[in-house]
């Protein structure tokens, strides 16, 4: 039981108490005052020490902090790696050093080094200026289709981190918003793109347009509103100003508010100082009508109008004036020239003449000939469509109508009209399957029926070519022995008539 005493922690206390008091009471307190000289010694030393000791460490920084800012001066940039890389040996959780150190690195060409410290840098330390680093001189500039998945991340990670720490960076915000719409989180980039528009005010109408696709239609609403109220502001202190006229008549052309944006447009169009800006004016006029026309055709309760056809005649006579080149215009010019080719109202066919000669000589024969096949005149469309087509000679619907009119002609040169054909293709990117009908049935014509069947297979996808095109497959088939799948096409054409009748 006796060696128990010595496991007993009370004991032990017990007795180291025991020799504190016997320690204390064994002082010869009455000599004390002798030793207080030797203890005032001993804490003026430890107090020197500890002073020199500070003194010296922030001495030798100070000297290597002079020593960096020499070298850096005089662009001795190997000497100021070599110091700062002293320094982070003493201060290794000194971001700041870090930082310098990566462009001490990058101004001697080491770049993979640089990057590599940048990267480590934003991964362990979350370090803003370097992540501002790698974006300019990784990111900026580049395609985000051309990254990889890896660097498209990092790029994610580098935009979400500047913009969390610097919320009012705008430049960052802009490009955390593109990254947002990259990614297809475009709901998330409606209020980022929202309090861009603050400073960029056309960055709400983009924020506008996202919220129309994703169905909001009362936040898109609200949006392009806001945006139209800071642009005509704008507006109203520079009036004179052609690009801000026309972000004015953007916001209005988004609203549907088509008789505003083309009255802001001739107003601009007036006010024009430089050419440039009136044939900016006038191409973004030409786009609005077109815009004003496809909607009220689109939406027929929206206008009060009987005969929405031949307003749409007037308008586009109104949009040839102010833009005779733009491809929109004549676009919808011709179409709707040729809907109208076989009314017999004087008032629209004085349009449509109107804006046949509105159009360039080239445009206007097309039309002519068009016009003219579409009511069975083949020898006045081939005329008008060869004299389109010396003034258009790259023109692939110039070229695929002629060749429809050359070779339904009873004296028809079967092989010009497929060569005409062939160049209308040619010189049409993504060909629609119009052309390759042209084509299929000319070859029908000449007997090369292994060579038409693709040509009219691909004419199917179309539901006014598709009976034309089953029953030449028909035909193409049944020369080449498959009776069968010529049946097939025969049926096919003939529930396609019965359809349309």
């Not at 790696?81 to 290794?92: F, G, N």
């Not at 009060?304 to 215009?329: E, H, I, T, Y």
Request: proline residues 4%; charged residues 25%.
């Amino acid at each position: 039981m006796t060696s128990l005493r010595y496991l007993n922690p009370l004991q032990w206390g017990r007795w180291f108490a025991q020799f504190v008091h016997a320690w204390a009471v064994s002082i010869p307190w009455d000599s004390a005052p002798k030793a207080i000289p030797a203890l005032l010694l001993l804490l003026v030393l430890l107090v020197t020490g500890v002073i020199a000791y500070s003194d010296g460490n922030r001495w030798r920084s100070n000297l290597m902090g002079k020593q960096f800012r020499t070298a850096w001066e005089a662009d001795d940039f190997e000497t100021a790696e070599l110091i700062l890389r002293r320094q982070i040996k003493d201060r290794p959780d000194d971001t700041q050093l870090m930082f310098r150190l990566g462009l001490a690195m990058q101004e001697q060409d080491k770049k993979e080094q640089t990057t590599e410290l940048m990267r480590r840098l934003v991964a362990l330390r979350k370090h803003e200026p370097a992540a501002r680093w790698l974006l300019q001189n990784e990111y900026v500039g580049g395609s985000w289709n051309e990254l990889e998945v890896s660097a498209q991340d990092e790029l994610g990670a580098l935009l979400t981190l500047l913009h969390e720490e610097n919320p009012k960076d705008f430049s960052v915000k802009r490009l955390y918003a593109d990254y947002l719409i990259a990614t297809h989180k475009e709901e998330a980039a409606i209020p980022v793109l929202a309090q861009l528009a603050a400073v960029q005010p056309m960055q709400g109408l983009r924020a506008a347009a996202i919220a129309k696709n994703a169905g909001q239609e009362g936040v898109s609403s609200r949006l392009a509103e806001q945006t139209l109220s800071a642009v005509n502001k704008l507006y109203e202190e520079e009036p004179t100003n052609a690009r801000i006229g026309l972000a004015a008549a953007q916001n209005l052309l988004f609203l549907n508010r088509h008789k505003e944006c083309v009255d802001t447009l001739s107003l601009a169009l007036k006010r024009a100082k430089t050419p440039e800006d009136a044939q900016m004016l006038r191409i973004a006029l030409g786009d609005a009508i077109v815009a004003w026309v496809t909607y009220i055709e689109e939406n027929p309760n929206a206008s009060r109008d009987d005969d929405d056809g031949l307003k749409s005649l007037q308008m586009l006579q109104m949009a040839l004036q102010f833009a005779p080149n733009n491809p929109r215009v004549l676009t919808l010019v011709v179409d709707r020239v040729l809907k109208a080719a076989t009314q017999d109202s004087e008032e629209i066919n004085l349009i449509r003449e109107a804006l046949v000669k509105g159009t360039s000589p080239g445009i206007a024969h097309f039309i002519r000939g068009t016009a003219a096949l579409v009511n069975g005149d083949n020898e006045t469309a081939e005329r008008h469509l060869s004299l389109a087509v010396e003034m258009l000679p790259r023109s692939g619907a110039i070229l695929n109508n002629l060749a429809v009119a050359m070779a339904t002609r009873e004296d028809a040169d079967m092989e010009r009209a497929l060569k005409i054909s062939n160049s209308a293709i040619e010189n049409t990117p993504n060909a629609s399957p119009h052309f390759f009908e042209t084509r299929g049935q000319i070859l029908v014509k000449l007997e090369r029926y292994d060579e038409a069947i693709p040509d009219l297979e691909r004419a199917l996808a179309v539901d006014t070519l598709a009976a034309n095109a089953h029953a030449a497959l028909a035909k193409c088939y049944d020369s080449i022995g498959e009776k069968e799948i010529a049946e097939q096409h025969r049926e096919a054409a003939e529930e396609r008539k019965a359809a349309t009748k």
